[in-house]
């Protein structure tokens, strides 16, 4: 047996060890994947309560801008009955039509304060591909998808 060649006795050790080694690697790939599953399930979370509040705030609208111009029509038919129901009415009127400019005005503003979809997830998973292909920032975000408006930035 010459000095360069491994004894017959180490090759089940080394076999051994680079089980041990791909048993390792497999684990931390697997909780790796189990994190950004779980963070994308909370944005999934967090994007449905989102939406239920644009479809609750947008369903307020259309139900008082309805009520609203019910009551236009109710003051526009007797305008010219006595004096003091024609200010009910109007005041009426005027409230539930600021009402539903206010729950459209909040529901507009529900949509543009969004942060994209899933974009903690996209950001968790760009810096796990950079860590493991080896790749520097630099060269990786030349590449990526730029962040979603209102994202930090990575500085």
């Known amino acids: 047996m010459s000095a360069g060649e491994p004894d017959a006795t180490d090759r089940p050790a080394a076999g051994a ?33 989102r939406l239920l ?47 539903a400019a206010w729950s459209i005005w909040r529901a507009q503003s529900l949509l543009k304060g969004s942060q994209g979809w899933m974009s903690a997830t996209l950001n968790e998973l760009e810096a796990d591909r950079q860590a493991l292909t080896g790749s520097s920032p630099a060269v990786a975000s030349a590449t990526s998808r730029p962040p979603a408006h209102g994202a930090p930035h990575d500085s």
């Open 17 to 49: 060890a680079l089980q041990s080694s791909l048993r390792a690697l497999g684990g931390t790939l697997l909780s790796m994947a189990h994190t950004r599953l779980e963070l994308l399930a909370i944005e999934l979370e967090d994007e449905k309560r």
């Open 53 to 99: 509040g644009v479809l609750a705030w947008g369903a307020l609208a259309i139900l008082m801008g309805g009520f609203g111009l019910m009551f236009m029509a109710v003051w526009l038919t007797v305008m010219l009955w006595d004096t003091h129901r024609l200010l009910a009415l109007g005041m009426f009127a005027l409230s539930f039509l600021g009402l």
